[in-house]
DNA sequence: GCCGTTTTCGGCCCGACTGTTTTCAGTCG
């Protein structure tokens, strides 16, 4: 047995479609690896059951030669045909693949004439003046290589939800000041909500196309100009974000709309299932057989005119969002107004900016009507962790505001830190004082992964762990998450009746949403908790809120869906 | 490399912009 899991196989056959393309191998031959890759993603079941059961070729999309591929990788940890296939064309290939505007041909060429490995190497082929030599090449695809390579330098190209959202809408703003423009709208993964932002894509719909593109490459915000035609003009901005903006005709919005917010994955599926119907999808149209337009009324309109329900953005990941669609079965997804409470807020009892009243007052004019304070514990010395006699103090605190009765209620809280050992921070006689216990890892990340799964689902078996917080650890962007197995974690967290946090702070945004689905399916309760540490850090939750959409999750998952006195006999132990 | 109310062979989703071209390939979304 090898140790091979599913995200092992999903990033080789990812990996062999590129060096397929590199190669020049056909365009379909790599789409069907990709396919694949896309498959398993999708897929909840163990890998290893599909494997010993041999069901893995009744997939569609893997046929006799994907099987044994997968299966040789999976039972030996190596596959022959990629090693040889290495050989010839070598991993670090695929790094360069990440710099903008080079993609597999220009790779595959570069490499065959002059041997061209590494975003180094190539970078210093540019400086050379070489690239003009080749067939192909002239000087300002160099010169656009050269940029590329200082922009995947600088960034690696990938940005927080919440910065590339705060460039958008500066854009908007300046947009709306014109009086051309029709409609106008973020679109792409911005308007999916995804954790991470390659690029921020825009729409508006205008009878004066050229007016709004002169706008919008002049803006205050243009650090550079990377195209400007009709329809489409890329920008960077100051803080290195590239900002495509699209202007259409005010008839094509709705499909427009729907097309540019993607997620490709489920464009394709989509325009499949349209084709099967006899129908052509574009973003001008839905086009007949005889080539008239199928007129709808917004994007609602679109999705009705193909036989779907309305699927809200967020969802648009090809993963079951179509299917359910059809069946009328789409969940009825958490809004910002569903949230009663806010639970995880840092005062300045630990490494919080602010004091409990501070921070409970502000969450009353944001609307909530309970707040839980969760500062450090004890072992989180860096953090300013409590003491047992801070503890008490701050309840006293707590006990006082409330009885002042000024319109929200405050809960005893504590981000208790998980132990090495798996064990709580505190004693019996302190933990059994407070509403919410949050536990946390804060320590020791580099366990193995048996070793975290452990520790963590000791402290999930402990009758006065809450809520799990922050089950990963990651920092996007800047941190990956400790190895730990979340199948086991959610099973254990099903079977005790703990919740399990989504984390709104936009540089954690951890649980996955990828796994929200699956937990939903094991009665998992989720809560989505803003982590916050200054009045600012309240106003993540709507972070928190787009995840739980992107998961499929509905109020009755959500803990903080629930009133002041219902959390507080859910959460009441034995 | 996959698949079949169009098919066991011949298809496989669609279009804009750029640069290097005299009609198109490459990249991107």
């Not at 709306?176 to 690029?199: M, P």
């Not at 960077?236 to 094509?252: A, M, S």
């Not at 002042?404 to 981000?415: S, T």
Request: aromatic content about 8%.
């Amino acid at each position: 047995m090898s140790d091979v899991d599913k995200g092992d196989i999903i990033v080789l056959l990812n990996k062999i479609g590129k060096l397929l393309e590199i190669k020049g191998e056909s365009p379909f031959k790599s789409r069907a690896y990709f396919n694949a890759a896309a498959l398993l993603e999708t897929l909840s079941e163990d890998m290893g059951t599909l494997i010993e059961e041999d069901r893995l070729k009744d997939l569609k999309g893997i046929g006799n030669a994907l099987n044994k591929k997968i299966t040789e990788f999976y039972r030996t940890g190596r596959l022959e045909y990629y090693e040889s296939l290495k050989k010839e064309y070598p991993e670090s290939l695929l790094e360069i693949l990440n710099v903008p505007g080079v993609g597999p041909k220009k790779v595959g060429t570069l490499y065959k004439q002059f041997g061209i490995k590494t975003v180094g190497e190539l970078e210093y082929a540019c400086i050379e003046n070489r690239l003009t030599e080749l067939p192909g090449f002239g000087e300002k695809t160099q010169k656009k290589i050269l940029d590329g390579i200082k922009q995947y330098k600088k960034y690696q190209g990938r940005y927080l939800y919440s910065d590339a959202y705060g460039q958008a809408e500066m854009i908007i703003d300046h947009l709306n000041t014109l009086g051309c423009i029709d409609k106008l709208e973020i679109a792409g993964s911005l308007r999916r909500k995804k954790e991470t932002i390659g690029d921020a894509d825009i729409l508006a719909s205008s009878d004066k196309p050229n007016e709004v593109m002169d706008a919008f490459t002049t803006g205050k915000y243009v650090s550079d100009i990377i195209e400007k035609g009709d329809t489409k003009s890329s920008i960077y901005t100051g803080l290195g974000i590239q900002v495509d903006l699209r202007v259409i005709k005010p008839e094509e919005y709705p499909y427009a709309l729907q097309h540019f917010t993607g997620s490709k994955e489920h464009n394709v599926a989509l325009r499949h299932r349209v084709k099967r119907m006899g129908l052509k999808m574009n973003e001008y149209g839905l086009f007949k057989a005889d080539g008239t337009n199928v007129p709808v009324s917004g994007e609602a309109g679109l999705y009705r005119a193909i036989g779907l329900e309305y699927i809200p953005p967020e969802m648009r990941e090809d993963m079951g969002e179509i299917e359910a669609a059809a069946d009328n079965n789409l969940p009825k997804l958490v809004t910002d107004k569903d949230i009663r409470g806010i639970i995880h807020v840092h005062t300045n009892y630990s490494d919080g900016k602010c004091s409990v009243e501070e921070m409970a007052y502000r969450a009353r004019d944001l609307g909530y009507s309970y707040i839980c304070i969760t500062d450090h514990s004890q072992s989180a010395f860096y953090a300013g962790g409590l003491k047992p006699d801070e503890v008490l103090r701050q309840w006293e605190e707590i006990d006082k505001l409330n009885n002042k009765d000024f319109g929200i209620r405050i809960f005893k809280g504590i981000e208790s830190d998980i132990l090495p050992d798996g064990s709580l921070d505190y004693p019996e006689e302190i933990l059994k004082g407070f509403d919410i216990v949050i536990g946390s890892v804060h320590s020791n990340f580099g366990m193995t992964e048996k070793d975290m799964t452990a520790r963590v689902v000791k402290a999930i078996n402990n009758k006065y762990l809450t809520i799990l917080g922050h089950p990963t650890g990651r920092l996007l962007l800047s941190r990956e998450g400790y190895s730990i197995d979340m199948q086991e974690v959610m099973e254990q967290a099903a079977k005790n009746k703990k919740i399990i946090e989504i984390n709104a702070s936009p540089y954690r945004l951890d649980m996955d949403w990828r796994l929200l689905k699956k937990g939903k399916e094991m009665g998992i309760l989720f809560s989505i908790c803003p982590d916050a540490h200054n009045l600012e850090g309240l106003e993540d939750m709507k972070y928190g809120v787009g995840i739980a959409r992107k998961g499929w999750l509905e109020k009755d998952n959500l803990l903080n869906c629930m009133d002041a006195d219902s959390i507080l006999k859910k959460c009441k132990r034995e």
